[in-house]
């Protein structure tokens, strides 16, 4: 029998930032690894997808397709896409998801394509030797997606990050729930069919990529820009009583230390709160 894990291999929000005050927590993009048994789902395409096509050489020759989840075409969550090692071996099979919906006439199809073609890059269509899929989600209408008896996902889209919004993943795992709530701005809270979708699941991965205190500034307040801060993501946690909390989505300007106080800040609300870590593996089988 093999392994069920969730590993973070980017936390950070926006851009990149390896720096030796960033090492602990990790610099790089948002991308998460979930794995049951040669079964791979990732979350995003962030800087941290590189990491993860260089552990899944070490999974060779078992492993030849992925399913990769995008929340929405923000550069920080696909920039590292070109250099995804397996997008160049041809005997991999990669499966892209994302909906459409208000991408100013381009499609996600398309926008993954560019990041390999003229002027950002050299390699251009012909230089990928995987073979790409590309599902297209129906967010009016969201089905189950199933990758194995016990392994698939739901999704809901949110609509509050400009400008295309975002998508919600609710991964059922055996007998686990994870939900990745990342690029979300949550002032009043979660309510509705959004409180309904993270109720009671095992682990909640939420933006909080600001403290309050810089988030509701007098000057240059960080208010609709798309993303919550710490207290609303313990709130989130409190009022759907999710059973671990993990923050996630780290401004680029905080520290190590700043993050730690994040901790410290989101557990007075929320005592079962964690820090989403580069490298760190969970055991969801415990
Ligand atoms: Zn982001
Ligand atoms: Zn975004």
């Known amino acids: 029998m093999g392994e069920t894990n969730l590993v973070f291999y980017g936390v950070r929000g926006s851009y990149p930032v390896p720096h030796k005050n960033t090492n602990k927590y990790g610099g790089n993009t948002a991308s998460i690894l979930i794995e049951k048994d040669d079964h791979i789902v990732i979350l995003d395409g962030g800087t941290g ?7 899944l050489k070490t999974r060779k020759p078992h492993i ?5 989840f995008l929340t929405h075409l923000h550069s920080d969550h696909i920039q590292g896409i070109p250099f995804f090692e397996p997008v160049f071996d041809k005997e991999f099979h990669i499966a892209f998801y994302c909906d459409n919906n208000e991408n100013n006439g381009v499609s996600f199809q398309e926008t993954i394509y560019s990041l390999f073609d003229r002027p950002l890059s ?9 073979k790409f899929d590309f599902v297209e ?3 009016r209408d969201p089905r189950r997606l199933t990758i194995t008896d016990d392994f698939s996902l739901d999704y809901i889209k949110e609509n509050n990050h400009p400008l295309a919004g975002v998508i919600i993943y609710r991964v059922n795992i055996e007998d686990k729930q994870v939900v990745y709530a990342t690029d979300v701005e949550t002032p009043n809270g979660f309510d509705g069919k959004y409180l309904e979708f993270i109720k009671g699941v095992d682990i909640l991965i939420h ?3 600001y403290f309050d205190v810089d988030y509701y500034a007098v000057q240059n307040p960080k208010k609709g820009f798309g993303h919550s801060t710490v207290s609303m993501a313990a709130a989130n946690a409190l009022k759907a009583e999710v059973k671990k909390l993990f923050l996630f989505h780290y401004s680029p300007d905080y520290t190590d230390k700043d993050v730690e106080r994040m901790l410290a800040e989101a557990r007075k609300t929320f005592m079962k709160t964690y820090l989403s870590e580069e490298q760190k593996k969970i055991n969801l089988r415990r």
């Open 122 to 130: 050299p390699v251009g269509k012909k230089g990928i030797k995987a």
């Open 64 to 68: 030849k397709h992925v399913d990769l």
């Open 207 to 209: 933006d909080s990529q």
């Open 49 to 55: 997808i590189i990491n993860i096509g260089n552990y």
């Open 137 to 139: 989600l129906d967010t």
